[in-house]
């Protein structure tokens, strides 16, 4: 365990998530290494070994973050409203990951490496976080749609979410790829596939 305060322990942490989220917008996760989240801290790079063992763990915590934060947005949206059509929920959450593009192309990454090469303390903190937004889409349903089953709507959306990032984005690599296999697509914003998944779900009531 890293020396110091409760309070210098939390801000190196964030500050290595942070770094490493930095160099995840314009490099892939084989290409961001230890070494080069530590060249954008403040500290040795030796040092993050006392707040993360792998790589794999510094993007769990990344993406423990991500599931935070939208949470903590739903949860308190299930105690501002009294009542919400479809129409207004789906547009709610199709929004609310329109600003975790960062949570949905972690989400489009392998899970199982990622998971197999942190420690367990570390993949249960982020099983925490990811069970809560589970309850937090739950106690919405539940409030809202206490005629839908809240559990069916689970099961099916939130799997959904790990492919919303490769319909949404595209390298232009891949983009070329596609025009030369004579594909007929038309990409789409993650908003438009993420309502039109809720709408369905919810029957379009």
């Not at 949860?75 to 600003?99: I, P, Q, R, V």
């Not at 990032?165 to 690599?173: D, I, L, R």
């Amino acid at each position: 365990m890293p020396k110091g305060s409760p309070e210098l322990t939390a801000s190196r942490r964030e500050e290595i998530i942070n770094a490493c989220e930095k160099l995840y917008e314009t490099m892939s996760f084989k290409e961001i290494t230890i070494k080069e989240i530590g060249a954008v801290t403040s500290f040795t790079r030796t040092s993050i070994y006392n707040y993360f063992q792998t790589k794999e763990e510094i993007f769990l915590a990344l993406m423990q973050r991500e599931y935070e934060l939208w949470a903590q947005e739903l949860s308190a949206l299930s105690e501002e409203k009294d009542s919400m059509t479809a129409g207004e929920f789906a547009d709610t959450l199709a929004k609310s990951l329109e600003k975790r593009q960062q949570l949905l192309k972690l989400l489009a990454m392998n899970h199982y490496d990622m998971e197999e090469n942190s420690r367990a303390e570390r993949l249960t903190d982020f099983k925490v976080a990811y069970g809560a937004s589970l309850d937090a889409v739950r106690v919405c349903l539940k409030k809202f749609f206490p005629n839908t089953d809240a559990e069916s709507f689970i099961f099916v959306f939130f799997p959904f979410l790990f492919g919303v990032y490769p319909y949404t984005f595209a390298t232009e690599k891949q983009l070329t790829a596609m025009r030369e296999a004579k594909m007929d697509f038309k990409m789409h914003s993650i908003y438009e596939i993420i309502y039109s998944c809720v709408m369905q779900l919810l029957g379009g009531k």
